[in-house]
């Protein structure tokens, strides 16, 4: 691999975004910043939120997406400030996710979720936020992990594995992890292996909003928690995202400051999953932007030289 590929979404038009990088460091947006996938043209709310991406070992790629509008009122799309009752369901509440695959980056198919229409203790889905996307060796499967809620009631991590064409859950989705005793809310879960340990980041709301992290032996848990914060300075930080430097056995766990004007990504560096070194924000340190800003809850892989000339030659 030659190069990095960064998605995110902006609250401006709620649409997918991707920027390059061939060192790791400076980071470049194509499209001239604008989206490169339309929200409205692909999600039942009209906008998408927290996207992530992932290359998975049968040469696909996979994009998901938290279906969901948080201006959709402003914008619009609908009458009302949320998709429901908000006294019932809550800030931001959404029925679904957005899924795409694609061989090449370029050409995506498309599919919604509807987690309401599972029925059962799912007809009152609250929220389905944050979706992440891995291969579970052990199972042969992608699985996908979110966060959710019931109602307007604490949020937790959920998982379920999907077919072989991204189109649909094979089962129910099961809990993942949560809170001691379920007192707090934990949301934006990440999940990196390395050398036979899976590393669970994670944003724990049992205080101010910051990045924590759990440990497990198996994928699906269950994940022993520890007590420290890997974000910096805990002031309102969400959506960590790990990646792996090239040729390096140093990691990234990118995360979203959300509470900062304007809001920005942080950046923190480990070698082993013990010690972390944060190295700043973007453009407050080595890491850099050149053509664009106010991005939020990013994710990063590794591409080839030639995929990513081929998304510059698409959208320049």
């Given at each position: 691999?030659?190069?990095?590929?960064?998605?995110?979404?902006?609250?401006?038009?709620?649409?997918?975004?991707?920027?390059?990088?061939?060192?790791?460091?400076?980071?470049?947006?194509?499209?001239?910043?604008?989206?490169?996938?339309?929200?409205?043209?692909?999600?039942?709310?009209?906008?998408?939120?927290?996207?992530?991406?992932?290359?998975?070992?049968?040469?696909?790629?996979?994009l998901a997406m938290t279906d969901l509008h948080v201006f959709g009122q402003r914008d619009g799309y609908r009458d009302t400030q949320w998709e429901r009752d908000g006294e019932r369901y809550g800030w931001g509440n959404n029925k679904g996710l957005v899924l795409m695959r694609s061989r090449d980056l370029i050409h995506w198919s498309c599919t919604?979720?509807?987690?309401?229409?599972?029925?059962?203790?799912?007809?009152?889905?609250g929220c389905v936020w944050a979706p992440e996307i891995i291969y579970d060796a052990q199972a042969g499967k992608l699985m996908l992990h979110f966060t959710s809620r019931k109602g307007k009631g604490?949020?937790?991590?959920?998982?379920?594995?999907?077919?072989?064409?991204?189109?649909?859950?094979?089962?129910?989705?099961?809990?993942?992890?949560?809170?001691?005793?379920?007192?707090?809310?934990?949301?934006?879960?990440?999940?990196?292996?390395?050398?036979?340990?899976?590393?669970?980041?994670?944003?724990?709301?049992?205080?101010?909003?910051?990045?924590?992290?759990?440990?497990?032996?198996?994928?699906?848990?269950?994940?022993?928690?520890?007590?420290?914060?890997?974000?910096?300075v805990r002031r309102g930080h969400e959506a960590p995202n790990c990646w792996k430097r090239i040729g390096q056995d140093c990691w990234v766990v990118m995360h979203d400051n959300y509470r900062i004007n304007p809001h920005n990504f942080g950046f923190t560096e480990t070698r082993d999953f013990v010690h972390y070194t944060p190295i700043g924000n973007f453009d407050q340190g080595v890491m850099t932007r050149s053509n664009f800003s106010e991005q939020k809850h990013g994710a990063i892989i590794q591409i080839s030289k030639k995929e990513a000339r081929r998304l510059e030659k698409r959208w320049p």
């Open positions: 691999m030659a190069a990095y590929l960064m998605v995110y979404h902006k609250d401006a038009d709620h649409g997918l975004h991707m920027a390059i990088s061939y060192d790791g460091y400076a980071f470049h947006a194509l499209n001239k910043d604008s989206a490169i996938i339309d929200g409205a043209k692909i999600a039942s709310q009209k906008g998408i939120r927290d996207p992530h991406i992932y290359r998975a070992p049968n040469g696909y790629f996979y919604r979720l509807n987690f309401q229409e599972l029925g059962g203790e799912w007809s009152e889905v604490i949020n937790r991590i959920y998982y379920v594995y999907m077919n072989d064409e991204f189109t649909q859950m094979e089962s129910l989705p099961k809990l993942l992890f949560e809170a001691p005793e379920g007192k707090y809310s934990v949301i934006d879960s990440d999940i990196m292996e390395h050398e036979g340990i899976f590393h669970l980041y994670y944003v724990s709301h049992e205080s101010t909003a910051t990045i924590k992290h759990a440990t497990a032996t198996n994928i699906t848990g269950p994940y022993r928690m520890d007590d420290n914060y890997y974000d910096g």
